[in-house]
Nanobody, 124 residues
Framework: QVQLVESGGGLVQTGGSLRLSCAASGRTFSSYAMGWFRQAPGKEREFVAAIIGSGGNPYYADSVKGRFTISRDYAKNTVALQMNSLKPVDTAVYYC?????????????????WGQGTQVTVSS
């Protein structure tokens, strides 16, 4: 059983930064791959970034490469998404997800646990 809670969303201007955090419960955090997804109104949930259980091999959607960084802190059982150079198109509800197993995948249906989401709004 894994529970995920996102935090750190908010309203920022174009070019600004936000750092999202996902706190995970459970004692097997390191055995899960973690991902960040986002969903804008009227659109499908899309992949943003993922990281494997060991913390290596971060993977990003093309739309956020060079701007976002995913990382995990094993001591705190958290995974973070540092978002820089934000654009209005980044506006969405951001979700943290966990997948049993160490590999990182990009499809939402492959993830087993989800947080409630945190709103990120980027104004121009």
């Amino acid at each position: 059983q894994v529970q995920l809670v996102e935090s750190g969303g908010g309203l920022v201007q174009t070019g600004g930064s936000l750092r999202l955090s996902c706190a995970a419960s459970g004692r097997t955090f390191s055995s899960y791959a973690m991902g960040w997804f986002r969903q804008a109104p009227g659109k499908e949930r899309e992949f943003v970034a993922a990281i494997i259980g060991s913390g290596g091999n971060p993977y990003y959607a093309d739309s956020v490469k060079g701007r976002f960084t995913i990382s995990r802190d094993y001591a705190k059982n958290t995974v973070a998404l540092q978002m820089n150079s934000l654009k209005p198109v980044d506006t969405a509800v951001y979700y943290c997800a966990a997948r049993s197993g160490s590999v990182a995948v990009t499809t939402p249906r492959r993830y087993d646990y989800w947080g409630q989401g945190t709103q990120v709004t980027v104004s121009s």
